[in-house]
């Protein structure tokens, strides 16, 4: 019979320990990244699935109230879910989810909402949570569209770019336009991220302060490139080294006066060199949505089009949904 305990810091190890041998979890839902926000503006509500003294999953949550009380995949991680062993039975899923209703009802919540991690984070493919979830009632509520490129470790990096930012990437290499470091200075990159963020009219999800926090917990695991020309700041990358195996580009800004120059391209194959230098053999792209149109998913095509220049593939990010109560 599995049973949940909700989390507290005495579970923190455990809790952490756990999502590195899972089968995926990221840096995201270990609740050393989950604990950074300077200002919650939520409740951690995060659970853990036990079968007597066996973890068998957990899952990153808070409490989100308005007009009704939702048990919410956790908002300081960009996804979630529920995150599980490897080699769980069908069964076993289909027990986490019952559990996770029942307490639920028990909890007086109203709804769940949980955003799955996508699959090519998974150590082992398995389709099992995403098609029970759907045959118990949850309910597909919003999708989001990722790019990622599947490293191919036998070609050069350049290669598999197409064939006009090949020679967009040669001719900055060869006039030396741009330069760039490793883990230098977040506070020059913070302010074109900044204006960056404002062409679009939003705002960064994280500020200086919990960039700089993030950093100096996960030292080995987020990275900045920053790029010069001469000696001016003019762009930056930030990376996410997500699992062993995988990274996001988290960040990439650029000062607008240097569009033209394909500092955004140039930006992007020195994170394609980078993660491979560090053995990922996934690289996620990130989003691409219209965050400014009246439907902020709406597809961004510009972006996404820019991004299979890069031989990246679509991957979806999946919001489901369920009412418990009422």
């Known amino acids: 019979m599995i049973s949940i305990k909700k989390y507290t810091e005495k579970l923190n190890n455990i809790w952490d320990d756990f999502i590195f041998k899972s089968n995926n979890g990221t840096i995201f839902h270990t609740q050393l990244f989950l604990n950074y926000h300077q200002n919650k503006k939520f409740i951690n509500h995060s659970l853990l699935f036990f079968d007597k003294k066996t973890l068998l999953a957990v899952l990153p949550a808070a409490i989100i109230q308005n007009n009704k009380k939702i048990l919410h995949s956790h908002p300081g991680a960009s996804f979630g879910g529920i995150v599980y062993n490897q080699n769980l039975s069908f069964a076993t899923y289909n027990n986490i989810i019952f559990c996770l209703e029942q307490y639920c009802l028990d909890n007086k919540f109203d709804r769940i909402k949980l ?25 597909q509520k919003e999708a989001y569209i990722s790019h990622y490129l599947r490293n ?40 074109i991220l900044l204006e960056s963020k404002k062409l679009f009219k939003t705002t960064p999800t994280h500020s200086l302060e919990e960039l700089l926090i993030l950093k100096e917990r996960f030292s080995q695991k987020i990275h900045l490139l920053l790029f010069y020309q001469n000696k001016t700041v003019v762009g930056g990358s930030v990376m996410f080294f997500t699992t062993h195996k995988t990274a996001l ?11 033209q120059e394909h500092l955004a391209t140039y930006q992007l194959y020195q994170c394609m060199r980078f993660a491979k230098k560090n053995n990922k053999k996934i690289l996620d792209f990130g989003v691409s949505h219209n965050p400014e149109t009246k439907n902020p998913l709406n597809p961004k095509f510009s972006l996404i089009q820019f991004k299979e220049h890069f031989n990246t593939k679509g991957v979806l990010r999946i919001v489901y949904e369920k009412k418990i109560n009422g």
Not at 118 to 127: L, R, V
């Open 249 to 259: 580009i988290f960040y990439n800004a650029i000062n607008p006066k240097h569009r």
């Open 152 to 191: 191919d470790f036998q070609k050069d990096t350049l290669s598999l770019l197409n064939k006009r930012k090949q020679r967009y990437i040669k001719n900055i290499v060869q006039k030396k336009t741009f330069s760039h470091v490793i883990n230098k200075n977040f506070d020059l990159f913070y302010p």
């Open 115 to 139: 955003i799955n991690t996508p699959n090519i984070y998974h150590q082992t493919k398995d389709d099992s949570l995403n098609y029970l979830l759907q045959w118990r009632g949850f309910i």
